[in-house]
């Protein structure tokens, strides 16, 4: 990562508007779930941080606990069949998932931005 840190930028805040975590201006995201590898505002470096799977895992989370919630509740007052179900779970599940994702993506790469995650912080003292 090249670049200032701008303290004043909340890793919330650029998250949540889907923008660069180091100006709060730049586009973070070239295509869906695919970060820029520079932000065209700033030019620091995005491409080098990898959230992993963490935000697919809390979506999944999420999106899972708010539908088997609701699929129980239907399911104690209507007793609908089963192909009802699929026709009502089903874009729910799809709708939710594909619509958090690159929120909680991009708000856990603006935190691993922030903390400096994955960067290698070796100092002269370590590599003696």
Same mark, same amino acid.
């Given at each position: 990562?090249?670049?200032?840190?701008?303290?004043?930028?909340?890793?919330?805040?650029?998250?949540? !508007?889907?923008?660069?975590?180091?100006?709060? @201006?730049? @586009?973070?995201?070239? @295509?869906?779930?695919?970060?820029?590898?520079?932000?065209?505002?700033?030019?620091?470096?995005?491409?080098?941080?990898?959230?992993?799977?963490?935000?697919?895992?809390?979506?999944?989370?999420?999106?899972?606990?708010?539908?088997?919630?609701?699929?129980?509740?239907?399911?104690? @007052?209507?007793?609908?069949?089963?192909? =009802?179900? =699929?026709?009502?779970?089903?874009?729910?599940?799809?709708?939710?998932?594909?619509?958090?994702?690159?929120?909680?993506?991009? =708000?856990?790469?603006?935190?691993?931005?922030? !903390?400096?995650?994955?960067?290698d912080v070796t100092t002269e003292d370590d590599k003696s």
């Amino acid at each position: 990562m090249t670049g200032q840190i701008a303290p004043e930028i909340s890793p919330f805040r650029a998250g949540l !508007t889907f923008k660069c975590p180091n100006c709060g @201006k730049g @586009k973070l995201y070239s @295509k869906y779930l695919e970060i820029t590898e520079n932000c065209d505002v700033c030019g620091v470096t995005l491409g080098d941080l990898d959230t992993g799977d963490g935000p697919a895992v809390f979506v999944m989370l999420l999106v899972g606990f708010a539908v088997v919630g609701l699929a129980l509740v239907v399911e104690v @007052k209507f007793s609908p069949p089963l192909w =009802m179900h =699929m026709a009502l779970w089903t874009p729910l599940i799809l709708g939710g998932s594909l619509s958090m994702l690159p929120l909680l993506k991009s =708000m856990m790469f603006a935190a691993q931005y922030r !903390t400096r995650a994955g960067e290698d912080v070796t100092t002269e003292d370590d590599k003696s």
